[in-house]
């Protein structure tokens, strides 16, 4: 169940990223049902990983944007990276992750 688990969370993350450019919205609630869709196990284990295939992808940005700065502008680019993380990733974890939660629940109530 640990293996069905964690594939079907880093499945969600990469389906929720790439259509997450394309479609804003549908993308992270697509990537959400497809992680609930590989776990199986209802609408606990389905809501559960897609929640955190959203707040996976909410890391991955605020990580993303903390390197960047820091490499492109040094000191002050890890500083403002730094704190344009800490805001995106409080908002990402909104934002992804409930949307994610929310394409869990359904792909677990689907797929009892």
């Known amino acids: 169940m640990a293996d069905n688990f964690w594939t079907g969370v880093i499945v969600g993350w990469l ?5 997450g450019f394309l479609l804003p919205v549908i993308g992270p609630l697509i990537g959400g049902f497809v992680a609930g869709w590989m776990v199986r196990g209802g609408i606990g284990n389905g809501a559960k990983a897609g929640l955190f295939a959203g707040i996976l992808g909410a890391i991955v940005i605020a990580v993303l944007l903390l390197v960047g700065g820091t490499v492109l502008l040094g000191a002050f680019g890890f500083i403002a990276g730094l704190g344009t993380s800490l805001v995106i990733i409080v908002m990402a974890f ?15 109530a689907i797929r009892r």
């Open 94 to 108: 909104v934002y992804q992750g409930l949307l994610s939660l929310i394409g869990g629940v359904i792909a677990g």
């Open 15 to 19: 389906v929720g990223l790439i259509l």
